[in-house]
C-alpha cells in the first residue's frame, strides 16, 4: 500500500514571497504519478502540478514548480510569487502508473497555505 | 457552468436515517469517482463507475453505502442508517478515458452532518 506524508499542517507566507510545501510517500512501485491538488475554501479542488515518476525533469506550471527526488521518496512544490489567490489548501497525491489505477489518487492530509498582504 | 455538479451542497440528518447525494460529471465525462474526506484529512477513494458499470468499491465503502450511475450520466451515493462517524465532505470527480493522466475535475462536494 502506499502512504502519502505532508509534515506542514500550515504554512503562511507574504505576498510576493516563495513558499515550499514538502510531501513524502512510500511505495514499492516503480512507475507512478504525482500530483498537488488545491482546494480554495469553499471551492472545488483543482489540479496544480503533475509530475511522471520516470521523468527525471521537474515540472512547472507558471509560479508553482515541483523538486521531484525519485530515491528520496521526495515531492515538494514551490510557490513563486505568492499571491492571495494561492490561499488554500493543498494536497498531495500519489497514483500507480497501472490503466485500472487512473483516477484512483492516494492524498496526503493537505498543507493549509495562507498568504498574507 | 459546464462543471461537475454535486447536490445537495449540505445535508443534516439525524442518526438512523438515510441520505442521497447526486453527482453530474462534465458531460462527456465516462469515468466518475466518489470519494470521501473526513476533517483534516485528504479525500479517500470510495468507488468509480466506468460509464454505467461500477469497477470498484474500496473496503471503506461498507455495505450501508451503494452508488450508482443508472445510465452512464449522473450518479447517486445512498447512505443508508447513517451513523456519526458518517460525517465528511463527500466529492465527486469525474474524467475521460484517455484524458491527461489522473488529472480529476471535482465537484464542490456534499457535506454530511449526523446528529
Known amino acids: 500500500a502506499q502512504t502519502v506524508t505532508q509534515s506542514q499542517p500550515e504554512m503562511s507566507v507574504q505576498e510576493a514571497e516563495t513558499v515550499t510545501l514538502s510531501c513524502t510517500y512510500d511505495?514499492?512501485?516503480?512507475?507512478?504519478?504525482l500530483f498537488w491538488y488545491k482546494q480554495p475554501p469553499s471551492r472545488q479542488m483543482i489540479l496544480v502540478i503533475r509530475?511522471?515518476?520516470?521523468?527525471?525533469q521537474n515540472a512547472t506550471e507558471n509560479r508553482f514548480s515541483v523538486n521531484f527526488q525519485k530515491a528520496a521518496k521526495s515531492f515538494s512544490l514551490k510557490i513563486s510569487d505568492s499571491q492571495l489567490g494561492d490561499t488554500a489548501m493543498y494536497f498531495c497525491?500519489?497514483?500507480?502508473?497501472?490503466?485500472?489505477?487512473?483516477?484512483?489518487?492516494?492524498f496526503g492530509a493537505g498543507t493549509q497555505v495562507v498568504v498574507t498582504p | 457552468d459546464t462543471g461537475v455538479s454535486q447536490n445537495p451542497r449540505h445535508k443534516i440528518t439525524k442518526r438512523g436515517q438515510n441520505v442521497t447525494f447526486r453527482c453530474d460529471p462534465i458531460?462527456?465525462?465516462?469515468?466518475l469517482y466518489w470519494y470521501r474526506q473526513t476533517l483534516g484529512q485528504g479525500p479517500e477513494f470510495l468507488t468509480y463507475?466506468?460509464?454505467?458499470?461500477?469497477?470498484?468499491k474500496s473496503r471503506l465503502l461498507s455495505d450501508r453505502f451503494s452508488a450508482e450511475r443508472p445510465k452512464g450520466s449522473f450518479s447517486t451515493l445512498e447512505i443508508q442508517r447513517t451513523e456519526q462517524g458518517d460525517s465528511a465532505m463527500y466529492l465527486c470527480?469525474?474524467?475521460?478515458?484517455?484524458?491527461?493522466?489522473?488529472?480529476?475535475?471535482f465537484g464542490e462536494g456534499s457535506r454530511l452532518t449526523v446528529l
Open positions: 458531460s462527456e465525462h465516462n469515468r
Open positions: 511505495t514499492s512501485e516503480n512507475n507512478y504519478y
Open positions: 470527480a469525474s474524467r475521460i478515458t484517455g484524458g491527461a493522466s489522473g488529472e480529476l475535475f
Open positions: 509530475q511522471e515518476a520516470y521523468k527525471q
Open positions: 497525491a500519489f497514483m500507480k502508473h497501472v490503466a485500472d489505477s487512473w483516477g484512483k489518487l492516494q
Open positions: 463507475f466506468q460509464n454505467e458499470a461500477q469497477l470498484e
